[in-house]
């Protein structure tokens, strides 16, 4: 069931965040190379930045991620849809349009977690890793965002048949 949201393309931020994608991916080869080394320092960097500076956007960042997803969860029960989540992995002609959806909805998360890691790692690596900011600003926006609001839509249809019986 294609709905108005479903049919409409991406917003400008969305399309921002995924040319920025592109581009930090690309970036990031080409400074730092595909390596086996650069892939467990990254993993490292990555384990320590919630005991690092700027430590509060890892409560920040999900946290806004769901608030956004508490609020489309919540559309998605009133209008009967099923778990955000569950239709991506389920339903493969919904996935495009659904991922689409969730992306318009953190695209400022997103950046603002793109913009934090950037002012992070010239702090504390006085070198920029374009791919681990990437990868961090996906984990604490779009992932919480994933999960949340298909559990808001679970949590809704549950109290909601509680209430009839």
Request: no cysteine; glycine share 10%.
């Given at each position: 069931m294609m709905t108005d949201a479903h049919a409409q393309g991406l917003g400008l931020l969305a399309k921002l965040v995924l040319a920025a994608a592109a581009t930090l991916v690309?970036?990031?080869?080409?400074?730092h190379g595909v390596a086996l080394d650069n892939f467990q320092r990254m993993w490292s960097d990555l384990i320590d930045r919630p005991?690092?500076?700027?430590?509060f956007r890892f409560i920040l960042q999900p946290l806004m991620a769901a608030i956004t997803a508490t609020r489309d969860g919540l559309r998605d029960a009133r209008t009967e849809r099923s778990p955000y989540l569950w239709t991506i992995v389920r339903?493969?002609?919904?996935?495009v349009a659904l991922l689409r959806e969730g992306l318009d909805a953190t695209a400022r998360i997103i950046l603002l977690g793109l913009a934090m890691d950037v002012i992070y790692q010239?702090?504390?690596?006085k070198m920029f890793y374009p791919v681990e900011a990437l990868i961090i600003a996906i984990l604490l926006a779009f992932v919480p965002y994933l999960l949340i609001?298909?559990?808001?839509v679970r949590v809704s249809?549950?109290?909601?048949a509680s209430r009839v019986l």
């Open positions: 690309i970036a990031g080869i080409v400074w005991s690092g500076p700027m430590a339903q493969s002609e919904e996935r010239v702090m504390v690596f609001r298909g559990l808001i249809h549950a109290r909601a």
